[in-house]
């Protein structure tokens, strides 16, 4: 555990990052998804929509790298494409 104030204020602040980054993660599966089963359903485009969003904000935010959010858009597109 940390033994100067600095350092338990910095593992506070990675646990509080910590549970942020985790939630925010786990709401950009579910939106891709979300994405994937309106794909196998042909029921629409407003969910893969979203799912192209929130993984181009996971960027910006630091959550994913650029190329791998590059990559699952791709694919999800491609996938969407080939359903309609």
Same mark, same amino acid.
């Given at each position: 555990?940390? =033994?100067?104030?600095?350092?338990?204020?910095?593992?506070?602040?990675?646990?509080?990052? =910590?549970?942020?980054?985790?939630?925010?993660?786990?709401?950009?599966?579910?939106?891709?998804?979300?994405a994937? =089963?309106?794909?196998?359903?042909?029921?629409?485009?407003?969910?893969?929509?979203?799912?192209?969003?929130? +993984?181009?904000?996971?960027?910006?935010?630091?959550?994913?790298?650029?190329k791998?959010?590059?990559?699952?858009?791709?694919?999800?597109? +491609?996938?969407? =494409?080939?359903?309609?």
């Amino acid at each position: 555990m940390a =033994n100067h104030p600095s350092a338990l204020k910095r593992h506070l602040q990675s646990l509080k990052r =910590n549970a942020r980054n985790r939630s925010a993660r786990a709401a950009l599966a579910t939106q891709v998804k979300k994405a994937r =089963n309106e794909i196998a359903h042909k029921t629409g485009t407003v969910e893969v929509k979203s799912a192209v969003s929130m +993984l181009a904000s996971a960027v910006s935010k630091g959550l994913l790298h650029k190329k791998t959010a590059s990559r699952r858009i791709s694919r999800l597109m +491609l996938q969407a =494409n080939k359903a309609a």
